[in-house]
């Protein structure tokens, strides 16, 4: 069973319809337990993408403030080879970002081949927070949604696994980890009057996530709802999700590795023989 909403092709979600307090009857050692697996798995299928350097993975990471970004970045990529995984953050842009496209920032930061990226934050953010403080006008973001799918298409033409995410939580979760921040002074740095302000905008956020999904769900760049009220569930979807991502093309990378081994193998007996080698 997935626990994480896959959504690929035109269709009118509403993310009301989707429960973010969703366990699917787990308890929280099991699902921990489950995690831990999928995870080991995951490491396993890192080393053979980094390996056989055909594929990349971008992983894109949205959700509201308190959300679990953070969370999930620590937990699921935490344990993965530091030398084929990155994240990148995506702030507020800089002076230098903003007198360019939208995208050229974004573009930047899309993973190597073998390697796998994870955005904390994204090109999103240009038809989430923009449109919702009106940082631009509609004209300009409302054509976003279509250079964005051109430029995941790019991506995926280009080798890149695509998987998107959005931690899913409800308002009363998302107070509870606003005050816990505030209570909390390990915390409090994390927190700014801007989380409690960003709450005032729920429902826009909750609009304009509406169209991201709606409008950007393709087969080749899927949406994922996580249902992110419950943390331990939360890094289970998202270990899953990626684990049943990569599973498919493990058979074709262990084949291609062999086969390199296989060409290896000979040149270094075609040197030992040129050589009169006898090691
Ligand atoms: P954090 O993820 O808590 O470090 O906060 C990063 C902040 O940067 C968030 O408030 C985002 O909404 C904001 N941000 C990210 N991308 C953009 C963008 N393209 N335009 C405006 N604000 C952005
Ligand atoms: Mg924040």
């Known amino acids: 069973m997935s626990y994480a909403h896959r959504l690929e092709g035109k269709r009118r979600l509403r993310l009301k319809d989707f429960d973010a307090g969703e366990d699917a009857g787990l308890k929280r050692g099991e699902a921990e ?55 990148a953050s995506f702030k507020v842009p800089t002076d230098e970002e903003l007198a360019h496209d939208f995208l050229w920032r974004v573009h930047a ?31 300009v973001w409302s054509s976003r949604y279509e250079h964005i799918n051109a430029f995941e298409r790019l991506l995926a033409d280009s080798s890149t696994i695509i998987l998107k995410f959005c931690l899913h939580i409800s308002k009363d979760e998302q107070k509870k980890r606003l005050l816990n ?11 700014s009057v801007g989380d409690w302000k960003e709450r005032e905008y729920w429902d826009g956020y909750t609009k304009a996530y509406e ?27 998202v270990a899953e999700t990626l684990r049943d991502a990569l599973m498919p093309y493990r058979e074709r990378w262990l084949e ?22 006898s090691v």
């Open 109 to 139: 930061q899309t993973p190597l081949t073998g390697n796998i990226k994870i955005f904390n934050r994204s090109h999103y953010e240009d038809v989430l927070v923009v449109r919702v403080h009106e940082l631009a006008p509609r004209e």
């Open 33 to 87: 337990e489950k995690t831990a697996r999928l995870i080991e798995e995951l490491v396993e299928l890192q080393e053979l993408l980094y390996a056989v350097q055909m594929q990349s993975v971008l992983v894109i990471l949205q959700g509201r403030d308190t959300s679990g970004k953070d969370g999930t970045i620590r937990h699921v990529a935490g344990p993965l080879n530091s030398q084929s995984c990155s994240v």
């Open 181 to 191: 921040r505030e209570t909390d002074p390990i915390k409090s740095w994390k927190l």
């Open 211 to 237: 169209d991201a999904i709606n409008r950007c769900s393709t087969k080749h760049a899927p949406w994922f709802i996580v249902p992110a009220d419950k943390k331990w569930f939360r890094n289970l979807a």
């Open 256 to 277: 291609k590795l062999e086969e390199v081994g296989r060409e290896r193998k000979k040149e270094i007996e075609g040197y030992r023989q040129g050589h009169n080698h």
